[in-house]
C-alpha cells in the first residue's frame, strides 16, 4: 500500500462530514468527521463491519440522504449546499446506482430495464454495446424472472451504467450472490470501470475485495481507520475468500 490521498487531483472531495440520527440519549452518531477524497477513473472500496457507517456514507454521496454538517463536493459541485431540484439534477447528470437487491421492474424486459436509466441522461451509451459488453445480449427479451440472480445483478449495472454516469455507486453489488457469481460481477464492475472510466464507490464487508481496488477506506464506528491506495493490484477473477 502507498501513503494515503494527498487531496490533489480529486473528483470526489469530502470532508469533516458528519451524521446522527435520534436525539437526547437515544442519538446515535453514525458518521464522526469522515475525510478523504477519491480520483477520477479509480476504483475506491468502502470497506468495515455492519454498523460501521458505510451504507450511511454511500448514501449521502448518493444524494439520497442528508448530512448533519460538511461538505462534499464532485466535479468542483458541492453537493451539500444544493436545493432538491440542483440535487435531482446531479443525481442525473453524476450518478450510477447499483443495490444489493436488484430493484427491476418486472414487466419490462432486459433491453428495457437497461433503458430506463438511458432516459435520465443527456448522454447515453448504447444500448445494443452494452448489452454486448454485460454479456447480456442473448438474453435481452427476458424478463427479470427469466433470469438468475448474476444475470439480473448485471442488468442492474446495465442500467445505471447506461446514463454514463461520473460516479458509479455499488452497495454490497454481491452481498445476494454465491462466490462464483459475486466474482463474476466484480469482474464485471473491473471491466465497466476500465472501459468507461467511471470512478467507483463500492460498499463492502468482505476483507478480499479490497485487493481488487485501486484506493482501500476502511471506517469503523463512523470513522476512517484505513485511507490508502494500493500498489499491488489484484484482478477480480484471482479473488480468493
Request: aromatic letters at 6%; one cysteine or more.
Amino acid at each position: 500500500m502507498e501513503l494515503k490521498n494527498n487531496g490533489k487531483g480529486n473528483f470526489l472531495e469530502i470532508n469533516d462530514l458528519k451524521k446522527g440520527f435520534g436525539s437526547g440519549e437515544t442519538r446515535q452518531e453514525v458518521l464522526q468527521g469522515v475525510t478523504f477524497g477519491a480520483r477520477k477513473g479509480e476504483i475506491c472500496v468502502l470497506l468495515g463491519p455492519s454498523g460501521s457507517g458505510k451504507s450511511t456514507l454511500l448514501n449521502i454521496i448518493g444524494g439520497i440522504d442528508s448530512c448533519d454538517s460538511g461538505s462534499i463536493t464532485i466535479s468542483g459541485d458541492r453537493l451539500t449546499s444544493m436545493n432538491e431540484a440542483a440535487l435531482t439534477k446531479y443525481r442525473r447528470r453524476h450518478l450510477g446506482y447499483v443495490f444489493q437487491l436488484y430493484n427491476l421492474i418486472p414487466n419490462l424486459n432486459v433491453r428495457e430495464n437497461i433503458e430506463v436509466g438511458a432516459y435520465l441522461s443527456e448522454h447515453p451509451l448504447d444500448t445494443d454495446e452494452l448489452l454486448d459488453v454485460l454479456g447480456l445480449y442473448e438474453h435481452r427479451h427476458k424478463l427479470p424472472n427469466q433470469l438468475s440472480g448474476g444475470q439480473q445483478q448485471r442488468v442492474s449495472i446495465g442500467r445505471a451504467i447506461i446514463k454514463n454516469p461520473d460516479i458509479l455507486l455499488c452497495d454490497e453489488p454481491t452481498g445476494a450472490l454465491d462466490y462464483r457469481t459475486s466474482k463474476e460481477i466484480l469482474r464485471l464492475i473491473e471491466d465497466v470501470n476500465e472501459r468507461y472510466k467511471n470512478t467507483v464507490v463500492m460498499v463492502t464487508h468482505n476483507e478480499a475485495i479490497r485487493n481488487m481496488a485501486d484506493h482501500v477506506i476502511m471506517l469503523r464506528d463512523g470513522m476512517v481507520r484505513l485511507d490508502e491506495y494500493n500498489s499491488s493490484k489484484i484482478p477480480a477473477a484471482e479473488l480468493d475468500w
